[in-house]
C-alpha cells in the first residue's frame, strides 16, 4: 500500500503552540482568574518587555497591525494634503493606514532583489507635500534605512517603519521599527512573534509621540473620561499579550530557524533559473540580519511550480498577486499614476515556499525536488 505523503502548510502554529503548550495554557487559565481583560497586567508587562528587547524607549501595544500604522499617522498629524511615499510591493494595510487619515498615498517602485523601496525613486518622488516614507520590512527582509534617514532629515519627513513582517530583523544593527520615528508591528497569528488572534503594537523613543500614540489607541483619553481628540478603541487584547509573553522569549531560536529553512532552501535551489531571495542585504557594510517571514523566489513558470507543488499536497502561496497601485480601493485615494514596472513584474513572478521554524530538512527537500520536478 502505498502512504500518501503528508501535506506541508505554509506555516505550522499547531506545532508551535504544543511546544509551548503548558506555559500558554497555564497564562491563559491565570488571565481568566484575574479577570483583568482590558489593560491588564500582561499588556504592561509585554510593553515592558518588547521595549526592552528591541531596546527602544517605548512600546505601545494596539489591536493590529493595522491599527499601528492608523495610530502612527494619527499622532504624526498626518492628513488632507499631505502625500507620504511607499512601496506597492506589500499587504494593503499599509496603504489603508495612509487613505484613512486622508493623506495620498504616493508608489514608488522596489530594488529588484531585496523588493523593498528603492531609495533612489523616494529620492524622485519628493515634492513639498511630501510628510512622510512608510518603507515595509517585506518578507523579513530590513530596508537599508540610513539612506532613507538621510533623506528625511534632509527635507524634513517622517519614517512610519511597517514592521509587519520583521519582528527581530536588525538593520545597521539595530530592530527594524527602532531607526524611524515610528515601527509599526502585527502580531497576526502566522507573524514571525504570532498572537492567538489579532495584536498589534507602535514603538518610538520620542516621549511626546507616545503619550499621543496612548492617548488614540484609548479613544484619545489621556486621562480617564477626558477626551481631547477622536481616538479609537485600540488595545492590546490581554489573553494575546499573556501568550506573546510566553513567546517573545523563543523569538531568536525562531527567526534563526527560519534562516536555516532559507539557507537550505538557497542552496537547494541555486542551479535552477528562478531568483532567490537574498540570505543577507548586500548594500549594508554593518549587520543586516533578515527574518524570513516568507521565503519568496522568482519565476517564469509560477503556475508549473503551482500546480506541482499542489499535486504533492505542498502549500505555496502568491504575496501580492496585485502591487497596490493597481488595486481598485487604492487607487481612489491617489492623485498620478505612478510607474512601477518592478513590482508589477516581481507581482506577476513571485511565489512563496512554506517556512516556519519547525520545518524540517527532509521536507525542505521534498519541496525542493518538487520545484526541480516542475522546471525540468
Ligand atoms: C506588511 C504588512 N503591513 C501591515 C499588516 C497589517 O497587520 P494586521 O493584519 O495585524 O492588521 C500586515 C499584515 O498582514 C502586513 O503584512
Known sequence: M??????VPMVDLRQQYHDLKDGIDACLADVLEQT???????????????????????AIGCANGTDALHLAMRALKLGEGDEVITTPFT?????????????????????PNTYNL????VQAAITAKTKAIVPVHIFGTPCDMAPLQALAQEHNLFIIEDCAQSFG??????QTGTVGHIGCFSFFPSKNLGAFGDGG????????????????????????????????????????????????????????????VAARYN?????????????????????????????????????????????????????YPIPLHKQVAIQNEMTSQPSCPVSESHSERCLSLPIYPELDDATIVRIADTVRRALS
Open 2 to 7: 502505498s502512504s500518501v505523503p503528508a501535506a
Open 36 to 58: 483583568q481583560f482590558i489593560m491588564g497586567s500582561n499588556v504592561q508587562a509585554f510593553e515592558a518587555e518588547c521595549a526592552s528587547y528591541l531596546n527602544v524607549k517605548h
Open 91 to 111: 499587504f494593503i494595510a499599509t496603504a489603508e493606514a495612509i487613505a484613512y487619515v486622508g493623506a495620498t498615498p504616493v508608489f514608488v517602485d522596489i530594488d
Open 118 to 121: 528603492s531609495v533612489e525613486k
Open 169 to 174: 530583523a536588525l538593520t545597521d544593527n539595530r
Open 201 to 260: 503594537m507602535v514603538c518610538t523613543n520620542d516621549d511626546a509621540l507616545a503619550a499621543d500614540l496612548n492617548m488614540y489607541r484609548s479613544h484619545g483619553s489621556k486621562e480617564r473620561y477626558i477626551h481631547s481628540v477622536v481616538g479609537y478603541n485600540s488595545r492590546l487584547d490581554e489573553m494575546q499579550a499573556a501568550i506573546l509573553r510566553q513567546k517573545l522569549p523563543h523569538i531568536d531560536r525562531y527567526n534563526q530557524e527560519r534562516r536555516r
Open 267 to 319: 542552496e537547494l535551489l541555486s542551479d535552477l533559473p528562478v531568483q532567490l531571495p537574498l540570505l543577507t542585504a548586500p548594500e549594508s557594510e554593518t549587520p543586516s540580519v533578515p527574518v524570513f517571514h516568507q521565503y519568496t523566489l522568482l519565476t517564469d513558470h509560477r503556475e508549473k511550480i503551482q500546480a506541482a507543488l499542489t499535486a504533492e499536497h505542498i502549500a505555496c502561496a502568491v504575496y
